[in-house]
């Protein structure tokens, strides 16, 4: 293969960013391609061009495979790196890539193709000796076919779409209430009245279980290296939280299993390139195979910490033909912490804003991978990861007392974050211990959340503005002439001088007490008088489970939205009849816009 010249890079953010200086490193040109609302952003200015997509949302940007071509014919890109999410799991992207003689920088379309769709992937999996979670191999054409296995298996079920990725599509089935829900909204009636949910499968759900997985690569020459293992227990909604590496606790038996396993994998496809296994890990050993994703993954630094590798060098050396590069000696732990723009006290529902102030930790063993300023602002129409806090020490206790100290001088004004949350989860005995199995996929949900709360983050709050200049005064002391500086607040009322300090970290439940506890939350479901539902957040509607003049009982389902790749399930509050609906599918809202209106039975 011919050496790559000129880089495309087609994503935004940090993880842009992050491949362009790697690009720069190895003395790659690059071209950055942007949306409208990411014309100043810090991964435009640091490539070497940048071209506008002309558009202000996913869909008319880093999703259009036409734009982005065009931009790679413009340029004369002979290589593209999709980062994460967007098109990196395309398969169809990849194919035509290939047919320009355009390097895509991951696994070929075929394999993408094989891997990509979970029931695909649950096959492949099968056929060549790992086990996936028990389930169904073939898409659910019709609804009996989730009842059946309920009644053959028992609850709880989760159901997924084989599409899904990124914890979206993932729904656990408990009751016979919650299969009605399910089979309700993923089903729609053709012309004949037959319904079909072939985008779904079904399998056991594993209650108990880690989220470990497996950092790969495989080279053209058939070199495959694990890099590490990964722990990503700490999810919500599915969706994860902090990562660690290496996966801690594991015995030399299952860190065997995770590698052979993960070894026939990618050879069964003929993998070539950078990827994870993800695997779930029972109290009793018991070991299942999830899926493998074709790309790079957000939690990727932890793994380069411990391993001391540049993954995205990895993955442009091996799209260049190169054999991988010399392992080295795994050392340290490293956890990070997802810097999402969502706030604990609300349910962690995203949001949007301004980026007034940001204050990044720094010292040994902490690294920032952000892709803003402050300045900048956040975009609903985006993902809600706005950067990533990785910290490394020696041991994992020591990574612990690291990161205490790191998120404690993270300090982020105008949208929330989920710091104090961070805080508090690493100074749970829960998991900073050293008990394998107490924080499992669903500990932070059913366990730790229900045992702590959150006030509402003021985003107008200024908490980590510059301290503003002392005020200074000639006195004489004994009879020598000298300059006094004092703080402002100290005459505040005196003077005139009303500036705000710096105000430093607090302990945390103090920090709370400080803070109204009248403020609403943006998961709330508000209603007004007349029986109007109104949304929670910025959103599009994805599906209306409703039509008119349809009767409906208290907590039955009237629509989904869904932002940031978070889903939000509207229900009726009370029962009634739906007198007007005011959205329809696929419409983008605003917090506070009229969904639904219902009149009560009694009205």
């Known amino acids: 293969m011919r050496p790559i010249q000129r880089l495309l890079v087609a994503n935004r953010g940090e993880i842009a960013l992050r491949i362009i200086r790697t690009a720069r490193e190895l003395n790659i040109a690059t071209i950055a391609v942007y949306a409208d609302a990411d014309a100043e952003a810090p991964f435009v200015h640091a490539a070497d061009e940048a071209w506008s997509l002309g558009g202000a949302d996913a869909t008319s940007t880093y999703l259009n495979a036409d734009a982005l071509l065009k931009v790679a014919d413009a340029t004369h890109a002979d290589a593209l790196h999709p980062g994460y999410g967007f098109l990196s799991e395309n398969a169809d992207f990849a194919n035509t890539l290939a047919s320009k003689d355009i390097t895509w920088i991951g696994p070929a379309g075929s394999v993408i193709d094989a891997l990509g769709d979970k029931i695909r992937a649950r096959n492949v999996a099968h056929s060549c000796g790992v086990d996936p979670v028990p ?307 669903r500990w932070l949900e059913n366990a730790f959340l229900p045992s702590h709360s959150y006030e509402a983050t003021d985003t107008a709050e200024n908490t980590c503005a510059l301290p503003p200049a002392k005020r200074q005064f000639t006195i004489e002391l004994d009879g020598k002439r000298m300059t006094l500086s004092l703080p402002p607040d100290l005459f505040q009322g005196v003077f005139g001088t009303g500036a705000a300090t710096q105000r430093p970290a607090q302990p945390l439940r103090q920090a709370r007490q400080e803070r109204s506890a009248a403020a609403p939350t943006a998961s709330t479901q508000s209603v007004l008088s007349d029986g109007t539902i109104v949304s929670p957040m910025q959103a599009i509607v994805v599906h209306m489970a409703v039509t008119e003049n349809q009767k409906v009982a208290e907590g039955d389902l009237i629509a989904v939205l869904e932002a940031m790749k978070m889903e939000k399930y509207v229900h009726a509050p009370h029962a009634g009849t739906v007198s007007e609906i005011f959205v329809a599918a696929g419409t983008s809202i605003s917090t506070g816009d009229h969904l639904v209106r219902i009149e009560k039975e009694n009205a």
């Open 135 to 441: 389930g169904i191999f073939t898409p659910i054409t019709d609804p009996t076919q989730i009842t059946d296995f309920i009644a053959q298996h028992g609850y709880p079920v989760v159901c997924k779409r084989s599409d899904g990725g990124g914890g979206r599509g993932i729904t656990v089935l408990r009751s016979d209430a919650d299969t009605d829900m399910f089979i309700a909204r993923h089903t729609t009636p053709d012309a004949e009245g037959n319904t079909s949910l072939s985008m779904h499968f079904v399998e056991r759900f594993v209650e108990l279980a880690r989220h470990v997985e497996t950092q790969c690569m495989r080279d053209a020459h058939g070199n495959f290296r694990v890099v590490t293992t990964r722990d990503c227990s700490v999810q919500r909604r599915n969706q994860k939280l902090i990562e660690e590496a290496p996966a801690p606790f594991l015995s030399p038996e299952t860190d065997a299993q995770l590698e052979r396993w993960s070894r026939q994998l990618f050879e069964a496809v003929g993998y070539v390139g950078v990827g994870t296994c993800e695997f779930l890990l029972e109290p009793d050993g018991s070991l299942w195979f999830l899926e493998v994703n074709p790309r790079l993954q957000v939690e990727h630094p932890v793994s380069e910490e411990v391993a001391g590798v540049d993954l995205v060098s990895e993955q442009l050396r091996i799209a260049q033909g190169l054999p991988l590069s010399e392992a080295r000696p795994p050392r340290g732990h490293s956890f990070e912490f997802r810097i999402t723009c969502e706030d604990p006290a609300a349910d962690l529902m995203p949001s949007g804003g301004k980026v007034t102030h940001i204050t990044w930790p720094g010292g040994p063993g902490i690294r920032i991978d952000s892709g803003l300023v402050a300045g900048d602002s956040v975009h609903t129409s985006f993902d809600s990861m706005i950067a990533k806090i990785i910290v490394t020490a020696p041991t994992r206790e020591a990574a612990l007392a690291r990161s205490r100290r790191a998120l404690a001088e993270f300090c982020l004004d105008g949208v929330p974050t989920p710091r104090d949350l961070y805080v508090d989860i690493i100074n749970d005995p829960a998991f900073s211990g050293e008990d394998a199995f107490t924080v499992s996929t």
